[in-house]
């Protein structure tokens, strides 16, 4: 996650484990940086999840729970207790590794101008390959040696089908 970058922009990027939202949005709140903010609102995009709750219970307590008026697929918006708007990718819970890496580095590269469904198509559309490859750029990012994971969730768990 970064600083917020402006409207139409992606501020960073989010890969739940699955499509439930209220486990997945329990566990982003939980461990979302605390030197970034602290979540108050969440704006989501139905078509992203099995079922939208008005209000997920986290650690902190209840995060409020909205819909965008329009399908912006693969979109989340994170409203921050000191009124900061986060606008952040959601990567599909069932997308290989590479492809995953390399959707979250393109959403958190600063400066970045692709949208959600752009980065999405661009990744679908390429074989599995290092991220640091195609999406880095001087302006540096959240990947490297000092990588914090942003949850207790260390390994990529299979989607059950």
Same mark, same amino acid.
């Given at each position: 996650m970064v600083e917020p970058q402006g409207e139409g922009r992606l501020d960073g990027g989010w890969w739940p484990q699955s499509r439930d939202l209220t486990v997945e949005l329990a566990d982003l709140v939980d461990h979302f940086p605390a030197h970034v903010g602290t979540i108050?609102? !969440?704006?989501?995009? =139905?078509? *992203?999840?099995?079922?939208?709750?008005?209000?997920?219970?986290?650690?902190?307590?209840?995060?409020? !729970?909205?819909?965008? =008026?329009? *399908?912006d697929t693969h979109v989340v918006g994170?409203?921050?207790?000191?009124h900061r708007l986060l606008r952040v990718l959601v990567v599909p819970a069932d997308i290989s590794a590479g492809?995953?890496?390399?959707?979250?580095?393109a959403a958190a590269t600063p400066g970045n101008t692709h949208s959600a469904a752009s980065i999405?198509?661009?990744?679908?559309?390429s074989e599995d390959v290092d991220p640091n490859d195609q999406w880095n750029d001087e302006g540096g990012?959240?990947?490297?040696?000092?990588?914090?994971?942003?949850?207790?969730r260390t390994e990529?768990?299979?989607p059950s089908r």
């Amino acid at each position: 996650m970064v600083e917020p970058q402006g409207e139409g922009r992606l501020d960073g990027g989010w890969w739940p484990q699955s499509r439930d939202l209220t486990v997945e949005l329990a566990d982003l709140v939980d461990h979302f940086p605390a030197h970034v903010g602290t979540i108050s609102r !969440v704006l989501v995009s =139905p078509p *992203d999840w099995d079922a939208s709750p008005d209000r997920v219970r986290a650690t902190s307590g209840h995060v409020e !729970v909205g819909s965008f =008026p329009h *399908d912006d697929t693969h979109v989340v918006g994170l409203t921050l207790t000191d009124h900061r708007l986060l606008r952040v990718l959601v990567v599909p819970a069932d997308i290989s590794a590479g492809r995953g890496e390399e959707a979250l580095l393109a959403a958190a590269t600063p400066g970045n101008t692709h949208s959600a469904a752009s980065i999405l198509e661009t990744v679908h559309e390429s074989e599995d390959v290092d991220p640091n490859d195609q999406w880095n750029d001087e302006g540096g990012s959240w990947w490297g040696p000092n990588a914090i994971a942003p949850s207790f969730r260390t390994e990529r768990q299979s989607p059950s089908r």
